[in-house]
C-alpha cells in the first residue's frame, strides 16, 4: 500500500498498486456532500447568507467534477475506485473497511 503517490492520477489517499485499488477518504464538505446531510435542496443553499456565496458554490462545484473527471481517467488505466465520505468513515468504519476489502479482492 502507497500513500498520496504522484505518479497516480488524482493522488489517491491509498494505493493498492498491484491490485490497481485507489481510495480516496473525501471531506463531506470540500467534495460537495455536506449539503445533501444537512437535508438541503442544493449546494447553493448551504452557503445561503455567505457573503461569499458564489466563490464556495464555485470552489466545491470545481472539486466535484474534478473528482468525477479523475474517476473516469483512473477507470480507463484499470484502476478500480474507492471514494469514502468522512462520515462515512466516523459513522460506520467497518463498512467502509468492507468496500476497499471487496475492491482489492475484485468481489462485486
Not at 4 to 30: C, I, K, N, S, T
Request: net charge positive; with cysteine; hydrophobic share 35%.
Amino acid at each position: 500500500m502507497r500513500l498520496h503517490p504522484r505518479d497516480v492520477p488524482g493522488r489517491p489517499d491509498f494505493v493498492f498498486q498491484r491490485e490497481r485499488v485507489a481510495v480516496f477518504l473525501d471531506g463531506d464538505f470540500w467534495h460537495g456532500h455536506q449539503w445533501r446531510l444537512r437535508g438541503l435542496s442544493s449546494l447553493s443553499q448551504q452557503f445561503r447568507g455567505s457573503a461569499n456565496r458564489a466563490y464556495w458554490v464555485r470552489k466545491i462545484t470545481r472539486n466535484v467534477e474534478r473528482d468525477a473527471r479523475t474517476n473516469r481517467q483512473l477507470r480507463q488505466l484499470g484502476w478500480r475506485i474507492v471514494r469514502v465520505w468522512e462520515s462515512d468513515l466516523k459513522t460506520d468504519p467497518v463498512r467502509c473497511l468492507r468496500r476497499v476489502k471487496r475492491a482489492i479482492v475484485g468481489a462485486p
